[in-house]
């Protein structure tokens, strides 16, 4: 990927402030676990159908994921600006939804279920089946798709971080689906191969990087993590617990730009937590070494709470967030004193 990404001249250049590497580095790096991840997925194929997901599941999963990859490269080399940028993202989940993946419940902390599938609207007929929009399901599944996307898409700042988050998501994930009580091999098999790809990857993405993700493989990432939790068996609070500092560096980041007048999806800066942690003086492998043991501990947190727990493990990452937040606006404040 190294080799197509120079000759296609799909580089990322140090021309900006926001960008901390020092020389040009190729770019499209996710192709290659793109390419990993769907190769090996299709010659597995056979039990991965023996599960109780069907072929136009994974269908509708690989096109999705192929739509962020033509995307990812248009953008990579022609910088794309936000409003098309994000086109791709949401081709992605349609078709997703299309092949019949969604969040058609979720777990109640107080016990039970709640149904999301009420107000089905036909729109078209895959797979031998008429497919529904489903109002609420199906707008919850665009909220979480697209939250997870964009997690990790700005999460991409520091070599190894996207890579080796979404690696320990996918091993937390396999886990979770060998354990009794939620026993579901296909979606195990599934959430190793992406732990493999995303870790064979990180050999050539650990600081100083050889080459980066790009554009379409940090948001491919976040993709694949975000529907693995949703056909295993809708345990969306386990991809929460793993990805929680990061999603609360998001909202945060959001809010924070809200409040500072500026768009919180055009504007880039770097005041996302990991650029914060590099400068109080951490390494690059540092900073990424403490992202990978919050997401590994709260991620396997997650395999012995039951519901409650898991709202009281979610409130502590917030409470930790909180207090990370005021520890940086406070020495932000005493440097303008300074």
């Not at 650990?206 to 975000?226: D, N, V």
């Not at 504007?267 to 400068?279: A, E, N, P």
């Amino acid at each position: 990927m190294k080799f197509f990404a120079v000759r296609l001249n799909i580089i990322d250049k140090p021309e900006i402030e926001r960008k901390i590497h020092k020389i040009n580095t190729p770019l499209f790096g996710g192709a290659a676990i793109f390419l990993a991840f769907f190769i090996i997925l299709y010659f597995a194929r056979a039990k991965l159908l023996a599960g109780d997901l069907e072929s136009h599941h994974w269908l509708g999963f690989f096109v999705g994921a192929c739509f962020l990859m033509i995307g990812g490269f248009l953008d990579d080399k022609y910088n794309l600006s936000p409003k098309v940028q994000i086109i791709f993202p949401l081709f992605a989940i349609f078709s997703v939804i299309a092949g019949g993946v969604g969040i058609d419940k979720i777990t109640n902390p107080l016990g039970g279920l709640i149904s999301l599938g009420q107000l089905q609207i036909p729109i078209m007929a895959w797979g031998g089946a008429i497919r529904y929009f489903t109002v609420i399901a199906d707008t919850f599944t665009v909220l979480w798709l697209m939250g997870m996307m964009y997690t990790t898409k700005l999460l991409d700042g520091v070599d190894g971080l996207v890579s080796g988050v979404a690696g320990i998501g996918g091993f937390v994930i396999f886990l979770f689906t060998m354990t009794t009580k939620y026993y579901q091999p296909d979606i195990g098999l599934a959430a190793l191969i992406l732990a493999g790809a995303c870790f064979g990857f990180l050999i050539f993405n650990w600081h100083p990087a050889k080459i980066f993700l790009g554009e379409g493989g940090s948001l491919l990432l976040g993709y694949i993590l975000g529907v693995l939790a949703i056909i295993s068996g809708g345990k969306i609070a386990i991809a929460l617990l793993i990805m929680g500092i990061p999603i609360m560096d998001v909202v945060w980041t959001i809010i924070r730009r809200i409040i500072a007048g500026q768009n919180p999806f055009k504007f880039s800066d770097k005041k996302h937590l990991h650029f914060r942690f590099l400068d109080i003086g951490l390494s690059q492998r540092q900073t990424v070494v403490i992202y990978y043991g919050f997401s590994f501990i709260f991620g396997i947190s997650a395999l012995f709470l039951q519901s409650k727990g898991k709202v009281f493990v979610l409130a502590g990452l917030i409470i930790i967030m909180l207090f990370i937040a005021g520890f940086f606006t406070y020495l932000d404040r005493k440097r303008k004193i300074i």
